[in-house]
């Protein structure tokens, strides 16, 4: 029972792992509070829906599709939103009030398109596979699978490409790095494709497990948000750890209480967190004048 | 006319809402997701304390502003000594863990099925009960929880606040308790919103969690940044204007089915062209520099 509970909240939390890396990266190199990633989730959620269940398309073009659609949004929405903003200069404080405008007008339009009631995405009873006292489903198992080898190739790229170096730069100064020659402005393109992208993985998996409804985002940008401060901001590792932690705990709070209570699990976590260690699992205590504002 | 009151008595509820809101956006710099909490436990405080124990409507009032002020430090004492985005987050955090209880508490707070038949103010033997009456008497309370703001942001203790918004480190060089005043600042915040929270239920005399969800704060939080924030006509502006925008629509003949998002899409793309051409809003000071 336990540790059927434990392998479940564990691959939850990979799901929302993906989340928290795509907003990380993004927030890490931009500091942009992305909160419109959110409404990325969802979008990319209806349109995997839209492709497979309204345009039977297969399965895999399907989902290719909705992760090239998803990542040219997510460059659309820097290009459109937040750009103009930052070649003004204007505060993050103005971004993420944007970006939660942002928010609010995507889930809606989506609402009006849709509705608001869940939608299902593959009917019927998935195949399972039990490894011991734990037995998974086909979703649960593929969801394990792509969140191995996303993580793992996120990490090869940010240790081993120029690409990585890029970013690793742009997340210790932003300013330093059109100093070395390099254009911001074309790194943010990339970082926001490919985080747009991670959010398109996790929210087309999870549609697939548990359905869909307008509203997924907003679940989704709070546990991913909230993973990334308690595994430590400017720390991608930490971004997956706290997103697994926070998985754990809510299938445990099911276990010991209700489902109900499973957003207020991730918020107690946060709030403990912040008074105990603020700068998050693997993040050093640093005075707050030195941290990135 | 009695159309036309009622829209003016949620005018004066939701001014009270933006106009504590802006002590914490507009003059201390600080962004709030939870204000419809507080709104919410001010409601629910007051409404149990008039039902369950029978007390008049003044000392519901002021146990329930009370109850949120005592609740705005489970937020602001951990969250406020750190950065800004961790305040927006934990702040977001509260507002969903308050509709939570709201919502699954229902030994006490009935849950979805709300509480109904609330019964309407008494004050000094005056039965607040016809909608003109509810009109002056929301008025008059309006006029002094703003007439304290005007007071509160022109105090010395305003102007720090203001000196914390425009450069938090200089500040507290001047030897200002930067984290000591936001606390303050957040608590004043909340305790102000549990008085329309107490305003809503007499005058509606039924409250549900669904009044006082995310959106509900995304919603005061869009009316001050549309009407602009750091002084009160800005709140005041943006209030007038938020309340009589979804009669207009209505106005429009929008299906009912998509008004709901309509409306939404409305306040977002308003945030967004707000914070990009106009970031004082309609007629702030504060530009979120």
Redesign the interface.
């Known amino acids: 029972m336990v540790t059927q509970l434990l392998a479940n909240g564990l691959i939850a939390g990979c799901a929302y792992a993906l989340v928290a890396l795509g907003f990380a990266l993004i927030y890490n190199t931009t500091r942009t509070f992305h909160f419109a990633h959110g409404a990325v989730y969802t979008l990319a959620a209806y349109l995997f829906y839209t492709m497979r269940n309204l345009w039977s398309l297969p399965l895999l073009p399907a989902m290719a599709l909705t992760l090239g659609l998803v990542a040219i949004f997510g460059i659309l929405i820097d290009e459109m939103i937040y750009k103009p903003l930052v070649k003004r200069s204007s505060s993050l404080l103005i971004q993420l009030l944007s970006s939660l405008g942002l928010y609010i007008v995507i889930v809606n339009f989506i609402a009006m398109i849709y509705g608001n009631e869940t939608k299902v995405l593959s009917p019927g009873v998935q195949p399972t596979y039990s490894l011991g006292a734990v037995i998974l489903t086909q979703i649960q198992v593929a969801t394990a699978v792509a969140f191995a080898v996303l993580f793992i190739s996120f990490f090869v790229i940010l240790r081993k490409t120029r690409l990585g170096k890029v970013i690793r730069a742009m997340r210790d100064d932003p300013q330093l790095i059109s100093v070395m020659g390099i254009n911001p402005l074309r790194v943010r393109r990339v970082v926001f494709a490919l985080g747009s992208a991670l959010a398109a993985v996790a929210a087309m998996l999870t549609g697939l497990d548990v359905g869909i409804d307008p509203n997924i985002g907003m679940a989704a940008i709070l546990n991913g948000a909230v993973a990334v401060i308690i595994g430590g901001v400017g720390i991608f590792e930490g971004a997956a750890l706290g997103a697994l932690l926070i998985g754990i705990l809510q299938s445990l709070a099911v276990w010991q209480a209700s489902a109900r209570w499973q957003e207020t699990i991730t918020f107690v976590v946060l709030i403990l967190f912040l008074i105990f260690r603020p700068e998050g699992i693997l993040g050093t205590r640093r005075r707050i004048e030195e941290a990135t504002a | 006319m009695n159309y036309l009151l009622h829209i003016l008595t949620m005018i004066n509820i939701y001014a009270i809402l933006a106009l504590s809101l802006n002590l914490l956006v507009g003059y201390t710099?600080l962004?709030s997701l939870s204000h419809a909490a507080f709104y919410g436990i001010g409601a629910y405080i007051s409404t149990l304390l008039v039902m369950k124990l029978g007390l008049g409507f003044l000392p519901a009032l002021l146990l329930a502003i009370a109850g949120t002020v005592l609740l705005s430090f489970?937020?602001s004492?951990?969250?406020l000594?750190?950065?800004?985005?961790?305040f927006?987050?934990?702040s977001?955090?509260?507002q969903?863990?308050v509709f939570?209880?709201l919502?699954?508490w229902v030994d006490v707070t009935r849950g979805p099925y709300g509480i109904p038949g609330i019964p309407r103010p008494k004050l000094l033997g005056l039965d607040i009960n016809s909608i003109f009456s509810y009109f002056v008497f929301s008025a008059i309370i309006a006029a002094i929880c703003a007439g304290l703001l005007y007071l509160i942001g022109h105090s010395p203790f305003g102007r720090t606040l203001k000196a914390i918004r425009e450069n938090e480190?200089a500040a507290a060089a001047l030897g200002k308790n930067v984290t000591r005043f936001k606390i303050r600042a957040f608590a004043i915040a909340a305790g102000f919103a549990a008085v329309p929270g107490a305003l809503f239920a007499g005058y509606l005399r039924y409250i549900d969690p669904t009044s006082f969800t995310?959106m509900e704060s995304?919603f005061i939080l869009?009316i001050i940044?549309i009407g602009g924030t750091g002084n009160l006509t800005g709140p005041l502006i943006g209030t007038v204007l938020m309340i009589f925008l979804p009669e207009a629509l209505r106005f429009l003949q929008i299906p009912d089915a998509?008004a709901a998002?309509?409306r939404?899409?409305i306040?977002?793309?308003?945030?967004?062209l707000i914070?990009?051409y106009q970031?004082q809003g309609i007629s702030g000071e504060y530009r979120?520099?």
């Open positions: 710099g962004l489970t937020i004492l951990p969250s000594r750190l950065r800004g985005d961790y927006v987050l934990a977001l955090g509260f969903i863990i939570s209880i919502y699954n480190i995310v995304v869009s940044i998509i998002n309509m939404q899409i306040y977002g793309v308003l945030i967004i914070m990009r970031p979120f520099e």
